[in-house]
């Protein structure tokens, strides 16, 4: 009986250009992508103040992990915290121990994730598609939407994002026969890129990298390559990085393998998680706001689709390229990631990892695009009237507030104040009033000017394809560079930095802090008071696992236990959110003295002031 032999796919491709020579002759526009990349992400780092929620839970989580010392329990406000792996935050905790805690420190971990992004875009592309591609794909990364919105809070998307594409870029190298001296070291990279995805956001890093690796394999017949994976060493290598912290976890924490394991992956997966803090965006909604994340790129993909038509047919059979591999890996990549959430519970920044496929995409697409395209017209078409729309929108709710004073607190203008049930990055959009746009005229008129006229110029350049490109980049960035002004307006709203230092200048020895409600509610009090903060029926939500370990401190309080220390010989600051402020009036009555308010948000104090 004859044996088959081992099939290996030749993989034939042009040489890619040298970092020297694209640089030398496309340095005004690496500098203007550099430029971008500044504004954009660097020009953010100190400003807005940390949120409330996610942004400063997580925040608190590394920093009580910089002070304590425990580089293996994650702590919010002394409460065990089991739900997330540990690698975001050993970043943040090292920038804190190394350059103190602000909101600068807070943020440069994950700003230097999108750079890092950036630059393996950028790479992929130019071995893949070539020069132009190269900074296109560059371009994109800073300029796309969905990166800069879901980068403004501490999750960790945007390292899971990095360290999944190196994996799956690594691991694709590695099968170039072109190197094979070099592919061992190609292959330990992708696993060692791997364990520190697992780190990052858990077991959902190995199916996605898993997955689409696996698919790739079964579609080209490279499956028949899998002695050339160094699987044995390249795991070794795997469980040396991944598994000694959740080993260790798991032997300082009882519960920790099944709530980690269990409770926080399989049970998620099927929306049956304990406690039940999340909700799932109706299909519709998940699937159309792709647009809005990947904006204004996603409206090119009649061309990538095209593009990819096009390139199937040029392809000789049994040659492929590196570009033909990373278009089919690029499919599987973001189908399996969207297709995942599709099914699974998800929030709008979960799919975030599957931006860099869908772009790369799209950079081959614009690259190759010779500006007759009828896709690429229509694209140009449809966001010269979306932005024209948007403009004039803008116009007209400036115009609306001509006449008005500038409010002291954005927040208390807004048509609705409560953020319980709104979208993460949406969810003041339509709440905006005459008065709140009144305390928005700088970014609404940046953001106005450059969608009337970025758009525009890319219709009338569209047979110029590197200059309707860059028009529509240029209107990206500042209008990201508009929302950045915006959402410093509406710190006082999204924040409690401003209450915190009232009550910082007041505070003696011995009085105590108490939030009243969910700890989500004012997070930030944690992380800007840089101490406990007791919690009044706060027994909920991320807390609530950790809560029921015999050594936690005594933090959660009752009703009860709240009015003896209200009548009480300390002085008591009470944070009350909008949620819970009819609550507690009809608790506290006339014994209640308003310290200070802010975006409906109000510290209480047992004492009046002086």
Not at 58 to 78: N, P, Y
Not at 345 to 356: D, H, I, K, M
Not at 509 to 515: A, F, H, M
Request: proline share 5%; with cysteine; glycine share 6%.
């Amino acid at each position: 009986m004859s044996v088959s032999p081992v099939i290996e796919l030749p993989i034939t491709k042009p040489a890619p250009p040298a970092w020297r020579e694209l640089l030398r002759h496309h340095r005004l526009a690496w500098t203007a992508i550099a430029l971008i990349y500044c504004l954009v992400y660097l020009g953010s780092l100190r400003s807005p103040a940390i949120f409330d929620d996610a942004d400063a839970n997580h925040a608190e989580a590394a920093r009580e992990m910089a002070t304590t010392g425990d580089w293996t329990t994650l702590h919010i406000d002394g409460i065990r915290y089991l739900e997330k792996p540990p690698l975001p935050y050993w970043l943040v905790a090292a920038d804190y121990k190394l350059f103190g805690v602000s909101e600068a420190t807070t943020r440069i971990p994950t700003a230097l994730c999108i750079l890092l992004l950036m630059f393996l875009a950028a790479d992929w592309a130019r071995r893949a598609f070539g020069a132009r591609a190269s900074i296109y794909a560059a371009l994109l990364v800073v300029t796309t939407f969905g990166y800069y919105l879901f980068t403004r809070i501490l999750i960790p998307e945007a390292l899971l994002s990095l360290t999944i594409s190196g994996a799956l870029y690594f691991a694709l190298l590695a099968l170039d026969k072109e190197r094979r001296r070099s592919s061992r070291w190609l292959w330990y990279a992708a696993y060692a890129a791997l364990a520190l995805a697992v780190l990052a956001k858990g077991l959902v890093a190995i199916v996605f990298v898993g997955g689409t690796f696996l698919l790739y394999l079964i579609a080209t017949g490279e499956w028949r390559r899998w002695r050339e994976f160094h699987l044995l060493s390249g795991t070794a290598l795997f469980l040396a990085i991944a598994a000694p912290w959740h080993i260790l976890a798991g032997l300082r924490n009882s519960g920790f393998f099944w709530f980690y394991f269990v409770n926080e992956h399989f049970l998620r997966f099927l929306g049956k998680r304990y406690p039940k803090d999340y909700a799932k965006l109706p299909p519709i909604a998940y699937w159309s706001l792709h647009f809005v994340w990947l904006f204004p790129w996603s409206l090119f993909l009649g061309r990538v689709v095209e593009n990819l038509r096009t390139r199937a047919k040029e392809r000789v059979a049994g040659e492929w390229s590196l570009g033909d591999c990373t278009r089919l890996l690029c499919l599987i990549w973001s189908g399996l990631i969207l297709v995942f959430f599709a099914i699974s519970t998800n929030q709008e920044y979960y799919t975030l990892p599957a931006y860099l496929p869908l772009l790369l995409l799209a950079a081959d697409a614009l690259s190759t695009n010779t500006g007759s395209s009828r896709w690429t017209t229509a694209a140009y078409a449809v966001i010269s009237i979306l932005g024209t729309a948007a403009g004039v929108a803008l116009f007209a709710g400036l115009w609306s507030s001509r006449n008005l004073p500038v409010p002291a607190d954005l927040g208390s203008v807004l048509a609705n104040r409560d953020v319980a049930g709104d979208t993460l990055s949406m969810s003041k959009f339509f709440d905006l009033t005459g008065a709140a746009f009144a305390g928005l005229r700088l970014p609404a008129l940046l953001a106005a000017i450059a969608l009337l006229a970025g758009p525009a110029l890319a219709l009338f350049w569209r047979r110029k394809t590197q200059r309707a490109v860059w028009a529509l980049a240029a209107t990206s960035a500042i209008f990201l560079f508009a929302a950045h002004i915006a959402m410093v307006r509406f710190g006082p709203f999204l924040s409690s930095k401003t209450l915190v230092t009232d009550i910082q200048r007041a505070t003696q020895p011995g009085d105590e802090v108490i939030l009243y409600g969910d700890h989500s509610y004012g997070s930030s009090l944690n992380f800007y008071l840089q101490r406990e903060v007791l919690l009044v029926n706060g027994r909920s939500t991320s807390l609530l696992w950790g809560s029921h370990y015999p050594d936690i401190p005594h933090i959660f309080l009752s009703d009860d236990d709240l009015l003896r220390r209200w009548r009480g010989p300390q002085r008591v600051f009470l944070f009350v959110p909008p949620e819970e402020q009819a609550r507690v009036s009809n608790l506290l009555g006339t014994r209640a003295h308003i310290f200070a308010e802010q975006s409906g948000k109000t510290v209480y104090s047992n004492r009046a002031s002086n």
